[in-house]
């Protein structure tokens, strides 16, 4: 099983304001873009993907060229496709704070995880 994260919140204010500077902002991306072990890809609000690094290159199994851009349903078992779950997911977010989903995911080679 996968445990999904989805926050809504706004960037940080005070202190934590140099994180989003831009040399903070590319430290930030910097460190993101190096994580193996975890999957910190991000999805626009459309359920598309528009950021993977290097974790979910290697838990996912697709290169960056071939994700980006397409629809995160690719990741999701039938049964939650036919259920709508990928069109939900996006806009929980906005409407919650945040989602948190546990299910099971399909990588490039079809097993779940």
Same mark, same amino acid.
């Given at each position: 099983?996968?445990?999904?994260?989805?926050?809504? !919140?706004?960037?940080?204010?005070?202190? #934590?304001?140099?994180?989003?500077?831009?040399? *903070?902002?590319?430290? %930030?991306?910097?460190?993101?873009?190096?994580?193996?072990?975890?999957?910190?890809?991000?999805?626009? %609000?459309?359920?598309?993907?528009?950021?993977?690094? @290097?974790? @979910?290159?290697?838990?996912?199994?697709?290169? @960056?060229? $071939?994700?980006? *851009?397409?629809? %995160? $349903?690719? %990741?999701?078992?039938?049964?939650?496709? @036919?259920? *709508?779950?990928?069109?939900?997911?996006? #806009?929980?977010? #906005? !409407?919650?704070?945040?989602?948190?989903?546990? *299910?099971?995911?399909?990588?490039?080679?079809?097993?779940?995880?």
């Amino acid at each position: 099983m996968h445990e999904t994260l989805l926050t809504g !919140a706004d960037r940080p204010t005070g202190t #934590a304001r140099d994180l989003w500077s831009p040399e *903070g902002e590319n430290q %930030f991306r910097l460190f993101v873009s190096s994580v193996r072990d975890y999957d910190s890809s991000m999805l626009d %609000f459309d359920g598309r993907a528009v950021s993977w690094n @290097a974790g @979910a290159r290697h838990i996912q199994g697709y290169e @960056a060229e $071939e994700i980006l *851009g397409r629809s %995160f $349903e690719v %990741f999701y078992p039938e049964g939650d496709r @036919a259920w *709508g779950f990928p069109e939900r997911h996006p #806009a929980a977010p #906005a !409407a919650w704070g945040e989602l948190r989903y546990e *299910g099971w995911r399909l990588p490039q080679d079809g097993s779940r995880f």
